[in-house]
């Protein structure tokens, strides 16, 4: 898969565990595409919280060791493999999926995984498009089944999926609620679609909400830390609601019983249970937001590689995400 003689920049993992078993190396060969795979010139690549749980050796995928972490890059066609006919030398493009990993200098992807970057939206903007609005996508239209005329509250509503997940149910013509934790992410929802934005750091937020949505209650809670929230949105619920839990962090306690009298259902997703056919439907009706103008990713904090480790603790620990998380490798 690499070349003798060309080497790049990349982080790796020889080992599970924490942030700080990621380590820059300058001596990585550049791989060399095959059949229908592509080599990409990184210029951004999107952190993601999954990448801390697989780094960490907690998750039921483990890639084999050593690995380049990182599945979301934008940049430029380094080259091609045989039979790959719908890029070239030179495109921009935007990825769901890596090969050799995206934390990199370069990146092999699968052609089916690759995707072009529209003009109206920057390389930045490129490595914040595949796991959030993919996840995000799939979580309302596909988990959820999302209607026009629906309400739908985003717990958790100022990061990169929440961010995604409100610019989606705006333009698929739902009633949208977010909840983000300081005021400038509160702002930030207001701007990418939230109809109505409430704080979750207050006590008495969960009371405002009843109070905005009256007796019938929400039809789809999109849920990034179910094991704080999830009691509480199953009381928030309508007849027939459901929750999609994206994230959550560790156990909580329910009363089964809470789904009982309006019949509502708690439904996890996963971006990597998608079919090939379910991402590239997924891949049309994103490309089309970009080319309408919906799509419009917020970018967070940027890190370069040698600031990764802090890139990893502070997905994880530092309060109130306010849009996507990026490495930047130029």
């Known amino acids: 898969m690499a070349t003798a003689g060309k080497l790049m920049r990349a982080i790796r993992v020889f080992e599970f565990g ?3 078993v990621l380590k820059l190396r300058s001596d990585v060969a550049v ?3 095959k059949d229908h795979q592509v080599l990409i010139k990184v210029h951004a690549c999107g952190v993601n919280p999954v990448e801390t749980y697989i780094r960490s050796g907690t998750y039921r995928r483990k890639p084999l060791l050593p690995y ?11 080259a091609i493999g045989e039979n790959v006919s719908t890029f070239k030398k030179g495109d921009r493009v ?15 992807a699968s052609d089916h995984t690759v995707y072009i970057l529209p003009e109206k939206l920057d390389l930045k903007q490129g490595a914040a498009i595949g796991i959030p609005y993919f996840t995000a996508y799939r979580a309302l239209l596909h988990s959820a089944r999302a209607k026009a005329g629906e309400s ?3 717990h958790g509503a100022s990061g990169g999926v929440g961010i995604a997940a409100c610019q989606i149910a705006r333009a698929y013509g739902l009633k949208v609620l977010g909840t ?6 509160q702002n930030i929802v207001l701007q990418n679609g939230a109809h109505e934005v409430f704080n979750h750091r207050e006590l008495n937020y969960i009371d405002k909400i009843k109070k905005s949505v009256g ?35 560790g156990p909580i306690e329910i009363n089964p019983r809470d789904t009982i009298p309006k019949e509502t259902s708690i439904i996890g997703t996963a971006l990597y249970s998608s079919t090939k056919e379910e991402f590239r439907k997924f891949a049309m009706a994103l490309q089309a937001g970009m080319e309408i103008g919906w799509l419009k990713p917020v970018i967070g904090p940027q890190y370069s590689l040698e ?12 309060s109130g995400a306010i849009g996507k998380m990026i490495l930047l490798l130029e």
């Open 18 to 20: 924490g942030p700080e």
């Open 31 to 33: 791989p060399i595409p």
């Open 68 to 78: 380049t972490p990182g599945s979301d890059v934008a940049g430029i066609i380094e």
């Open 94 to 108: 935007f990825t769901t999926a890596t090969i050799s990993g995206g934390y990199a200098e370069y990146a092999l």
């Open 152 to 154: 739908v509250l985003v």
């Open 180 to 185: 983000a934790g300081t005021e400038e992410g």
């Open 215 to 249: 007796e019938k209650g929400i039809d789809v809670i999109i849920e990034m830390l179910a094991n704080v929230n999830l009691s509480n949105d199953l009381d928030l619920l309508s007849y027939g609601g459901r929750v999609i839990v994206v994230g959550s962090r």
């Open 307 to 318: 600031k990764v480790v802090q890139a990893h603790e502070n997905i994880i620990h530092s």
